[in-house]
């Protein structure tokens, strides 16, 4: 038994919000942004939600699947960005969609996210107890942002993807992930701080901080080990692989994985310079707009692997 990806779907949000227009509110160029990171434009969220983003993505993967929502037995979104706290954007989705039979639930593993619930799904499949998921990536990470710091609110976007994910005879054939909590400071946001009767504090508001150069080197030296793991135990080479689709955090780092694995660029698909970094939801999206444009073919072989919070990492090597 494997799991196999049987339908992709997306869904941005209508705003976009190009460097220049960044360059107009903030002290930043087209040329800084667009020379150290490869975006050159993001989209940010207006009237849209979490949710509202997530609904759209799961019924557009739905569709290209050709699953309806009885079929659904599981729905898990990964996000640090969900509208409420509780209830998760998974049970919003499964009453919108009329999933009715479908377990929901969120799970946090930040930029890695969409690749642990592939892997959440896996796990339940090889044991027997579902068939078929919809998994998600989906932020609305410009809620988080200080848009006072210039050097993290430039990098990230809003959106979502998802996938219908099915146990089937061929898909994922092997999978790696890991966390490094220690380092976890080094890319943070707080939650709410107690503000219980017993502190009486005001409550600050708590946004994104990020020691880039650190991420950065974490990125260039975890993925590519991931990938070397993941390809040794489906017992393929690098030279089997027809694209790697990794997260979308900066061009610099898919340039030196695509190095390290000696590996040409060619092969590593972007939707950075249109979406910049949308976290969790970056995989997924990329995975859409390379199924809606034709790049996937049956029998193809793909990584995927997602880096980032936490830390936290996730690769997986699959038949599509
Ligand atoms: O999802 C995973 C999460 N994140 C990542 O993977 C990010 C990984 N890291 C990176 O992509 C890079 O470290 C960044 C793109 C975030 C930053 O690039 P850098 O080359 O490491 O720049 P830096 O932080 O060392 O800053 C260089 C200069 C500084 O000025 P001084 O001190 O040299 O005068 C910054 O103040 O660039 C300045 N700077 C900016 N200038 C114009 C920082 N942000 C901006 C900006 N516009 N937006």
Redesign the pocket.
Known sequence: MRTRIIGTGSCLPETVVTNDD?SKI????DE??SS??GIRERRLVKEETTASMSIKASMRAMENAGVSADEIDLIIVATITGDYVTPSTSCEIQAAIGADRAVAFDINA??SGFMFALHIADAYFKSGIYKTALILGAETLSRIMDWND??????FGDGAGAAVVRADETGLLAYDQGSDGARGKV?ACRNRKNNNPLVKKPMDMEYTS?D??E??KF?VTTVPSSIKRVLDEAGLKVEDIDYFAL?Q??I??IQSVAKRLKVSEDKFPTSLDHCG?I?AA?VPILLDEMNRNGLLKPGMKIVLSG???GLTWGSAVLEW
């Open positions: 960044l903030m002290d930043t160029s800084w942004i150290r990171t930040a930029c210039r050097s993290t609110c430039v990098l890319l990020m880039g150069q991420v950065y990125a997260h955090a900066n610099r780092i970094n976290s970056s880096f980032g919070g």
